[in-house]
């Protein structure tokens, strides 16, 4: 059921910011009467689900359930329709046009891709807020994965300031370090503050750690392992740790960080059961495990989370600001993935990746989230000066307009070719990965 409904969310999502994308190209050349031919929800290779015409343009709905398109006479798309081109430019069509008027229809696509994010991120402000855990209200420290270890942090650390910046969203923290490049992080360490220094090696291995720095949670067993020591200790679903061998403890990561130093040793836990106290000596493996896993906790119930609510004039403002703010940060996202070095291109994901970003429930909060998000990408990503996407159109024209003289249609026919390779071979590569990340999961 969790995959149909990510299955659901993904067609959705993608079909109304293909509309939009191609509405804007569509407003633009209507503007300048310029002929659309055909505008399509999906592709409709051989057949379509259905069709209508009105007036000099065909609507449609295609059957393969991705994509969609606005083909506009006398262009030279995607679709590679040459055959227009060889009779005398018509005043209807896109190539007669001048060339302002073309880099508007072109550029209409994402302009339209951007103002829907603005359009749902002031929505999103105005019905929810902002509600998140505030840096400062983490009063135990963070755990931190293996890799932040390395670089430097240590689970309990508190962190005081990112970059010489105080970080209000802890969540904000890595993008600091990954996007931002914020090469120094104080934390508070026993009580003194420490500077941890980021090294620039650590780099490639820090995007690939999906949990570098997380909230601390309390040991609440979910499931007990047959034949485990847990299980020979009597341990049950819903107990809640809290010391080993008298030592008072609260975060799961102190208590695995016990069970590594007492390898094969048998330890004695004091539990939590129904708000009674209990005790039982618990074996632990050669591997420094007891054989349970973690229980799932109420963030609320351990945290204080803040809520801030915004009127619907607030909320334009700030709905907008974070719509430039997460245009900023893919094109920070995009500055790794070209960097050789960092390896970011090995994490590009495809469809696959899409669909498990959204929830396996639906929840209209993350749902418009996520849509608001992927707007912004597309909207980026087509504005990249790749022959075949709107960015490689808007270079031929900018060049028509700078030196007079626009490229022949051979050149055209040839560049589209040239930013086909270029497109397919990112899309084998983002689910190529995909595809990978299943095999070796």
């Not at 679903?237 to 094969?264: C, E, I, N, Y």
């Not at 899409?354 to 990503?381: E, H, K, R």
Request: with cysteine; aromatic share 12%; charged share 20%.
């Amino acid at each position: 059921m969790e995959v149909f409904i990510k299955v659901c969310q993904v067609i959705v999502c993608f079909s109304l910011l293909v509309l939009v994308h191609e509405f804007g190209h569509f407003l633009f050349a209507k503007i300048f009467h310029a002929r659309v031919d055909k505008f399509y929800l999906f592709f409709n290779p051989w057949f379509s689900i259905f069709k209508f015409r009105i007036g000099e343009t065909e609507y449609g709905m295609g059957w393969v359930p991705f994509g969609g398109y606005c083909k506009i006479a006398g262009m030279v798309d995607e679709s590679m329709d040459t055959d227009q081109l060889k009779s005398e430019p018509q005043p209807w069509e896109y190539r007669s046009k001048p060339a302002w008027q073309r880099l508007l229809i072109i550029v209409g696509g994402v302009l339209m891709n951007i103002v829907l994010a603005i359009g749902i991120y002031i929505g999103i402000t105005y019905a929810w807020g902002d509600s998140y855990i505030k840096t400062k209200d983490v009063t135990d420290g963070f755990a931190f994965s293996e890799v932040a270890q390395e670089v430097g942090f240590r689970n309990g650390d508190k962190i005081l300031s990112v970059g010489g910046e105080y970080v209000d969203n802890y969540m904000q923290v890595p993008a600091m370090i990954l996007l931002d490049e914020a090469r120094e992080v104080t934390v508070e360490r026993d009580g003194e503050p420490v500077q941890v220094v980021i090294d620039p090696k650590h780099i490639k291995a820090m995007l690939k750690d999906k949990e570098f720095i997380m909230l601390r949670s309390p040991f609440v067993v979910g499931r007990v392992a047959t034949g485990s020591g847990a299980e020979a200790a009597g341990l049950a679903a819903g107990d809640s740790l809290v010391a080993v061998d008298g030592v008072p403890m609260r975060w799961f990561d102190q208590f695995r960080d016990t069970f590594m130093q007492h390898k094969g040793d048998t330890l004695q836990v004091a539990f939590l059961r129904g708000g009674e106290r209990m005790t039982a000596a618990v074996p632990v493996s050669d591997a420094g495990r007891i054989g349970v896993g973690l229980g799932a906790v109420s963030v609320t119930d351990v945290y204080t989370v803040s809520t801030r609510r915004y009127s619907f004039w607030e909320s334009i403002p700030v709905g907008t600001g974070r719509a430039f703010t997460s245009i900023g940060s893919y094109l920070k996202q995009l500055k790794l993935i070209a960097s050789p070095d960092t390896e970011a291109y090995k994490s590009v994901g495809g469809i696959i990746a899409m669909g498990n970003i959204f929830p396996g429930y639906w929840d209209w909060a993350s749902f418009w989230q996520i849509t608001a998000l992927i707007s912004i990408m597309l909207a980026v990503l087509n504005i990249l000066p790749i022959p075949m996407l709107d960015g490689g159109h808007m270079v031929f024209i900018l060049y028509e307009m700078i030196t007079g003289r626009a490229p022949s249609d051979k050149f055209m026919e040839r560049a589209q070719v040239v930013g086909m390779i270029i497109v397919f071979g990112i899309i084998i590569l983002a689910n190529g990965n995909d595809i990978l990340k299943l095999i070796f999961k």
